[in-house]
């Protein structure tokens, strides 16, 4: 899921060939996403075939160039804009999206904030939910999830600082 | 060293506020004790300082003494011994005494007093011709020209504006006004030698010269004329002593005793007053001695970093101590010589100045031990984690103090019998026990308090918690009350025991007119009659004076008093007691303030009248006979006596009948007048020049100006000693306080608190102070008023008897519980209203 | 019903700006946490919520009534409002029962009235037997917890906590976090400064400051 949306925000930028993108998309996340261009390829005729990308011109060297639809544009748009949930991802996810957040969007401070006030919701869930439990048990694997959220909280923090000090 | 001395010196800086209190609080007794070491000695002249005013440029002055026997001087001649009693009084001429220093030059001079010229008691004089070039640099002429005939006379600047005066011999007219310059306000009258005093007014004798010869007047030429009767004051013999000058008394035992009661007690005083600005010093620095400590700083050192700072404080103060002092003392010379003091060069007695100094450095060491010590236990990591430092150490040496407490008061009694100093002894190891007794006390009476109000409790908690602090200035507070209550209390006694023994031989109000000796009939006639045209219309008694059958000078009868009758002390009976008065029925009513047949009838048959059951033995008054006149000495005679009630219940004396002395075989001549005129009148003194004029009213001495000063003392230290701890407790309070505002105290519970703790430190003081003074004060009425010396009316015994032991109350009540109050009262009206500001993390 | 509410508040020290036009309420039963760099005006929030500071511009209303109309602050503080700090919170000189009747003493409550409302709420706070200790004997989540105490004694409807668990470990922190809860629960309102993102989590409310400004808000949605 979430490589399509990497590439999707890449392409936002403008037309890119499969092997651009498979380096920028690598380059963003800093070589820990090791992509494969078969992969590449594959996402991008998927998003093709969903009408968010389409074929642009060959380049010089006879490469296809895709670029960016409307339709492709305002999907990545309701994706930067959507916090992501603990429940459904992988911690991964929001490491690449903020990743791209930093390197593509212009207001990437606001993604952080959105994130962190969903992340804090998520947590005040959690407290209340340890409230509630009367078995030490249950409380612990709450708690489990509730360092797990201070965790993500603090780099969330991190990020902003670090961003806020290359912007001035 | 060097490098603690620095930091030491860095620290001072930084800290100017504490560092001006430290040095002021120990400077103090340094510049008053140097101040007046060099006052005293600039204001004496010396001997040596003083040879221009006696001896102008004269090489010796020469005097006469009664005999023409050998005479033993001192160097300077002030005392002499009569070699030979029997030798025969003769008058030596200026040509024998030119005769034994050859080519000497002689002028006549001599020195005297006057009573009662110009409206002074006492005038001096000096009679010498200062035209003279020998007597050059005697006396300064300031205005007007030198006498140079009889009647005429110069004065000193304080009674200058008087054209003329009136002596005995007559009138003489002022011409001029001069000065010694040593003795710039003292009033004197300057003359022709031989035109003013008479040969009872002079203090030496016949005559007396000053001498101008060719070489210096050695010792071997004094010794000369010591062997024909004369007494010499020689130039030479001044500036080059035969011996070395005559050590003072070698110090007996009791002053070296006193006096080092009296520096120990100060430097007590200093050292406590001091103590808490170091104790908080040190509170401030901890950070920092904790890091000294963890970089490898050991005990010694960390002690040696606050005794540094001791010491550099000591030293500032003892160096500008001592400056101050000296410019100070010779401004107090200065000023007293306007007031008729002598004035000499600035002269600063080097070692009791550099002693006194030398204190003032001891005592900032020795107020920078305690912090030390402490410096040296504190619990490093403790204070490098920034956790709150144990305030739970022990309290003091309660023990030790307890034993020194009870050893002095043990002390105390021993030395009823042994004297004064002693008993101050007593009380310094009485004041020291208490010292090690404080902390102990201050940690306990924390925990009375849990039923105060908030402020209250608040204030006397934290004082607890900072104990160094409060311990010492409480004992400050202590030994100032101590001394001051004992002080009083002795002082009071004596009073107390002086006063009631006063009994004076007439009723109060009654005036007194009474002759000089060697007065003539005329001039008592003319005192009579200037006495009834000042005073018209009031009624005088005649009384008279009892004259030797032979010789015609006056006798003097006085009461005398058996040592072993005297109940307690013998009585005091004054003037009336040494001059018995002697008249007619007349004099005995008025003493009687009433008619009395039964004494009036004994009167009349010649016996005495007597209004003291004491004086009376066997039916008979003794006396004693003093005769002013040559002749044999004091004889004791009784005379047959009644008693009688007086005009008032305190008067005792008695009043003899002219049959009752004429018995005695002397004769009596009118000389003395009595009245009941209860209005003091000086204008009838001045101008009775010839006459003693006295109004009795009684005990005439006061004990108020002293228990004044004593109080003003107390004053000082407490409130100043109360001071110091309370802007200390402000500072340190300063984070508590800004919890009580953040949770809604009102900025008055700030003041309350100070307030409080002010109150608490000098109460908890002045109590302490209060039981260990009154030990020490009734212990004082002893000596002070059991032990008598009845010297005048029978031999000089001591007389050990039971003491007069009186408190004055509304003075102790002053000190112990009105200062403390005020302290309390100051302290709150000092504190600035603001709130701490809130001194948070700033986020 | 809102017991402490920030209408446009701004408040700023000469050149600097602390706050920025700030809206926030505070309703009873509610624990409202703020969370923010440093810097960013958590403290300057909080003292202008109690009184110990009043605002630029805007208004400050504690139960209906504006502070700058009120005389006496101090009392306010006596009696509404109820504070706990990071450090330094009791007087080293009291012991911890005195410590909390403080703010009933100062108020003119008798000793022995006080003192029993005092114990009453160590009692709560699960101290009843230090009652009798002073601070330098009790462990810091102890002392924490009779400064609590102290901010509740007296029914005070609001309760303002700087950083309260700053020196704690995770354990003790979490105690004085359950305690604060179980206040708000009962009634109080409790605004809560921190800078740990665990102990926020415990309010209805988290509001985040930037840089003088409330830059969001994560609100817990009413199950009840």
């Known amino acids: 899921m979430s490589i399509r949306y990497g590439l999707l925000a890449l392409l936002s930028r403008g037309p890119r060939h499969g092997y651009q993108l498979r380096q920028e998309f690598e380059a963003s996340t800093g070589a820990t996403w090791p992509l494969n261009i078969g992969q590449v390829y594959t996402t991008l005729s998927r998003l093709e075939r969903d009408g968010l990308i389409r074929q642009g011109e060959a380049d010089e060297q006879g490469r296809v160039v895709y670029e960016i639809t409307e339709a492709g544009r305002a999907e990545v748009e309701r994706w930067f804009g959507t916090p992501v949930t603990p429940a459904d991802r992988p911690r991964d996810e929001l490491v690449i999206k903020l990743a791209m957040a930093v390197a593509t969007c212009p ?12 992340s804090m919701r998520a ?10 439990t009367a078995s030490p048990a249950q409380r612990l694997v709450l708690d489990s999830m509730i360092f797990q959220v201070e965790a993500e909280q603090r780099w969330l923090d991190h990020c902003e600082a670090v961003l806020r000090e290359e912007q001035s | 060293m060097r490098a603690l001395l620095r930091l030491a010196w860095r620290e001072a800086r930084r800290t100017k506020g504490r560092s001006a209190l430290i040095i002021a609080l120990v400077a103090l007794p340094v510049v008053l004790a140097t101040g007046l070491l060099t006052g005293g000695h600039t204001a004496d002249v010396s001997l040596r300082e003083g040879l221009p005013s006696r001896l102008g440029s004269a090489d010796a002055y020469v005097r006469a003494t009664e005999t023409d026997g050998p005479v033993e001087q001192d160097a300077d001649g002030s005392s002499y011994s009569s070699g030979d009693p029997r030798a025969a009084p003769r008058t030596v001429t200026a040509r024998e005494v030119a005769a034994l220093l050859p080519g000497a030059r002689l002028i006549p001079v001599s020195y005297g007093s006057l009573y009662g010229v110009a409206g002074l008691d006492f005038l001096g004089v000096l009679e010498a011709d200062l035209r003279d070039p020998m007597t050059a640099g005697m006396r300064r002429l300031v205005e007007g020209r030198l006498p140079s005939a009889p009647d005429e006379v110069a004065v000193s600047p304080p009674l200058r504006g008087r054209d003329t005066l009136t002596t005995r011999v007559g009138t003489v007219r002022v011409v001029g006004v001069v000065e010694d310059p040593f003795h710039p306000r003292r009033p004197e009258l300057v003359a022709l030698p031989g035109s003013v005093l008479r040969t009872d007014e002079r203090y030496d004798g016949e005559s007396a010269w000053l001498a101008d010869t060719p070489g210096p007047v050695l010792w071997s030429d004094v010794r000369r004329l010591n062997s024909r009767g004369l007494v010499v004051f020689s130039r030479a013999v001044i500036q080059n002593p035969p011996e070395p000058p005559e050590d003072e008394d070698p110090a007996e035992i009791s002053m070296v005793v006193g006096i080092g009661v009296a520096i120990f007690m100060i430097v007590l005083e200093t050292v406590l007053l001091a103590g808490p600005a170091f104790a908080v010093g040190l509170r401030r620095r901890r950070a920092e001695l904790a890091m000294i400590a963890a970089q490898g700083g050991s005990a010694r050192h960390l002690r040696a970093v606050v005794l540094a700072d001791g010491l550099v404080l000591g030293g500032l103060a003892a160096v500008a101590g001592t400056g101050l002092g000296i410019v100070l003392g010779w401004a107090l010379a200065w000023v007293l010589s306007r007031f008729g003091g002598a004035l000499g060069p600035l002269e600063v007695p080097w ?19 305690v912090p030390a010590v402490q410096a040296a236990r504190q619990n490093t990591a403790a204070v490098l984690a920034g956790r709150w430092p144990q305030a739970r150490a022990r309290a003091g040496k309660p023990v030790l103090g307890l034993a020194l407490l009870l050893a002095g008061i043990a002390a105390t009694a021993a030395a009823l019998r042994v004297g004064e100093v002693w008993i101050f002894a007593a009380m310094v190891l009485a004041v020291v026990g208490l010292v090690a007794l404080m902390p102990w006390l201050v940690a306990r009476s924390a925990r009375a308090t849990g039923r105060l109000p908030l402020p209250l409790r608040l204030a006397v908690r934290d004082a607890s918690r900072h104990r160094v602090r409060t311990a010492s200035a409480a004992a400050a507070v202590m030994a100032a009350t101590t001394a001051v209550l004992a002080f009083g209390i002795g002082f009071y006694s004596n009073y107390v025991d002086n006063r009631d023994a006063y ?14 000796p060697r007065t003539d009939d005329a001039r008592w006639a003319s005192i009579k009659e200037q006495v009834a045209r000042r005073l018209p219309g009031v009624r005088f008694v005649e009384a008279r004076e009892a004259v030797g059958p032979g010789s015609g000078a006056r006798v003097r009868l006085a009461l005398w008093q058996d040592l072993s009758a005297c109940p307690h002390r013998c009585k005091n009976y004054a003037a009336n007691g040494d001059h018995v008065p002697i008249g007619d029925q007349r004099l005995l009513r008025l003493l009687q303030g009433r008619d009395d047949p039964a004494a009036a009838a004994a009167f009349a048959r010649g016996r005495a009248v007597v209004f003291d059951r004491d004086l009376v033995r066997d039916g008979k008054l003794r006396l004693r006979v003093h005769s002013d006149g040559p002749g044999p000495g004091p004889d004791v005679v009784e005379v047959p006596a009644v008693l009688a009630e007086a005009a008032q219940p305190r008067q005792g004396g008695a009043v003899l009948p002219t049959a009752a002395v004429e018995e005695l075989g002397m004769k009596t001549h009118e000389r003395r007048l009595y009245a009941h005129y209860p209005a003091d009148d000086d204008g009838l003194r001045e101008a009775l020049a010839d006459a003693e004029v006295h109004l009795e009213t ?3 001495n006061y004990v108020e100006p002293q228990l004044w000063v004593l109080f003003g003392a107390a004053l000082f ?5 109360t001071f110091v701890a309370t802007r200390l407790a402000a500072a340190d309070a300063r984070p508590d306080l800004a919890i009580v505002h953040a949770i809604g105290g009102t900025p008055g519970l700030r003041r309350m608190m100070l307030a409080g703790q002010a109150g608490y430190i000098a109460g908890l003081g002045a109590l302490t102070g209060a039981v260990s003074g009154a030990v020490t004060g009734v212990a004082l009425a002893w000596p002070m008023t059991g032990i008598r010396n009845v010297g005048t009316f029978g031999p000089g015994q001591a007389w050990p008897g039971p003491a007069v032991i009186a408190v004055p109350w509304p003075f102790v009540a002053g000190v112990v519980i009105g200062l403390p109050l005020l302290a309390a009262l100051v302290a709150g009206l000092c504190t600035r209203n603001a709130p701490p500001p809130l001194t948070r993390r700033p986020t | 019903m809102t017991v402490v509410r920030l209408a446009n508040v701004s408040r700023s020290y000469g050149e600097v700006h602390a706050l920025r036009n700030v809206d926030l309420e505070v309703a009873a039963g509610r624990l409202v946490a703020v969370m923010g760099p440093s810097g960013s005006g958590k403290s300057t929030l909080l003292n202008l919520a109690g009184g110990l500071d009043l605002p630029t511009s805007g208004t400050v209303t504690l139960e209906g009534v504006d502070l700058a109309a009120v005389k006496d602050l101090a009392a306010l503080r006596r009696r509404s409002v109820g504070y706990v700090f990071q450090d330094l919170n009791l007087i080293p000189s009291l012991t911890a029962v005195e410590n909390v009747m403080l703010p009933r003493e100062l108020d003119g409550v008798r000793a022995r009235q006080a003192r ?10 699960g101290l009843a037997e230090a009652a009798g200790r002073f601070p330098d004997e009790l462990s810091g989540g102890q002392r924490q917890r009779v400064a609590i105490a102290r901010a509740l004694v007296g029914e005070r409807r609001l309760v303002l906590a700087d950083e309260p668990t700053g020196a704690l470990d995770t354990r003790t922190g979490d105690e004085i976090l ?17 800078h740990e993102s665990r102990y926020a989590a415990w309010a209805d409310r988290v509001v985040f400051l930037r840089d003088g400004e409330i830059a969001d808000s994560a609100l817990l949605e009413e199950v009840r």
């Open chain 1, 107 to 118: 207001d990437a401070l606001k993604v952080i904030q959105a994130q962190r006030t969903a």
């Open chain 1, 123 to 132: 947590m005040q869930e959690l407290t209340r939910a340890k409230r509630d």
């Open chain 2, 351 to 369: 070692w009791p100045v550099l002693g006194c100094a030398a204190l003032g450095l001891a005592s900032g060491v020795t107020a920078a031990i």
């Open chain 2, 503 to 516: 009994w004076p031989g007439a009723p109060h109000g009654t005036l007194f007119v009474g002759a000089w």
């Open chain 2, 698 to 700: 009684g005990y005439e």
């Open chain 2, 717 to 721: 230290l407490v409130l100043g000693g």
């Open chain 3, 116 to 125: 029993a409302e005092a114990l009453a709420v160590l009692e709560e706070v």
């Open chain 3, 178 to 194: 359950q305690l604060l809860r179980g206040r708000a629960d009962a009634g109080a309102a409790v605004l809560l400064v921190t």
